[in-house]
């Protein structure tokens, strides 16, 4: 059976023969052999359909491994866990980069959903740092307790959504259907509470004109329990969320009344995640200000919140790129840098958020001249 039978026979069994968009995504992506994320060929780098930063440039993981060897030093027996580790790359530089400054782990543990996935990151450290694989542990589910480091790059994107559209009078929840071999929309009056709360604190931050015609934008209903579940494992360190959004003013921008959701194809980005169902990346941006504040009910502590660039330039960015004496090297070096930091590219749109527990010391990453508190 393929992913596309497979979904609406999910949406045949259902009383009102539709599913919450929530629920397609999830499948989408997914669904056990059948999920974009749970396929081969791979979707991650050049051949497939995106890059991550730490695909772009090995600078990024090194940074990254600065500020984790600060932290490591000062909890004892800590230990690191990634969430959805990609390829595998992120985890050999920050490896790498802390033996050589004798700030290993005592385990770098793996949660990871995708088996094909989990295959490509086992190789890739076989490959490139066979002397430490013994290090590292793929889990299925969070370790308790905890103590250290925890990663998810480019995680909540990933999760699933709902969709919901804003009216003055009325707020509507997008379905799914199936009719005559291919999937449609179907929107219904919000009837989840919860739902329908948040819709109503979005829309009281819009003004009338532009909810007339209808204000689409999404919520990521397993924010609250992944952060809740993630705080409860941590007993004392730091986590780290790299993601593109924004807090919530820019995200509930009048300017982005039809959301954040992209899908992503062979490099290429459109808005319809209905068509091509298991060959494409289907994301939303990350409401940065919910995180903080289910983070902040959850008993975490917001330690630090800078956009991408100005957190790889403090941790000595361009100091890591003068290392390399190959003029070849330097100029991939230096485009890699653009891509990572410039306005235009990942620099600004590209968020860290470090929340913290029982955890005190400054973070290396946001002592920027350009970094503020958020405000939200």
């Known amino acids: 059976m393929s992913l596309h039978e497979h979904i609406a026979a999910v949406i045949a069994q259902t009383q009102n023969r539709c599913i919450p968009f929530s629920e397609f995504m999830r499948l989408a992506l997914y669904t056990p052999e059948l999920g974009y994320y749970c396929r081969t060929p791979l979707p991650i780098g050049k051949e497939g359909d995106f890059v991550t930063a730490p695909e772009i440039s090995p600078l990024f993981g090194r940074c990254l491994a600065r500020q984790l060897s600060a932290i490591l030093t000062t909890i004892p027996e800590s230990n690191i866990l990634e969430f959805g580790a990609g390829l595998g790359t992120l985890a050999c530089e920050i490896l790498l980069y802390l033996e050589k400054e004798n700030a290993l782990p005592q385990h770098y543990f793996i949660l990871e959903l995708s088996a094909p996935l989990k295959e490509a990151q086992r190789l890739q450290l076989q490959q490139r740092c066979p002397h430490l694989l013994t290090k590292v542990t793929w889990l299925n589910q969070l370790p308790h307790p905890f103590k250290g480091v925890i990663i998810a790059n480019e995680v909540l994107d990933a999760m699933p959504v709902e969709i919901i559209r804003l009216y003055k009078d009325h707020y509507e929840q997008a379905f799914v259907t199936y009719n005559a071999s291919h999937f449609d929309w179907h929107y219904q009056k919000i009837s989840d509470v919860d739902l329908q709360e948040k819709a109503d604190a979005i829309a009281k931050t819009l003004a009338p004109e532009v909810l007339s015609a209808g204000y689409v934008t999404e919520v990521n209903p397993y924010l609250k329990p992944w952060i809740n579940s993630v705080s409860e494992c941590l007993q004392s360190g730091v986590i780290f969320i790299i993601d593109y959004g924004f807090l919530s003013p820019h995200y509930y921008h009048p300017d982005r009344k039809d959301g954040t959701l992209m899908c992503h194809y062979q490099h290429r980005s459109h808005s319809n995640p209905l068509i091509q169902v298991g060959e494409q990346d289907i994301t939303a941006h990350v ?73 005190e010391a400054p973070l290396r990453g946001f002592n920027h001249l350009y970094f503020a508190r958020p405000q939200f």
């Open 287 to 359: 409401d940065f200000s919910a995180v903080i504040e289910v983070a902040t009910q959850a008993g975490l502590k917001t330690a630090g919140y800078a956009p991408q660039a100005h957190f790889l330039l403090a941790l000595g960015l361009l100091e890591f790129a003068s290392l390399t004496h190959s003029t070849i090297e330097q100029y991939q070096l230096a485009q890699q840098i653009k891509t990572l930091t410039l306005p235009s590219e990942m620099g600004e749109l590209f968020k860290v958020l470090a929340l913290a527990k029982h955890y």
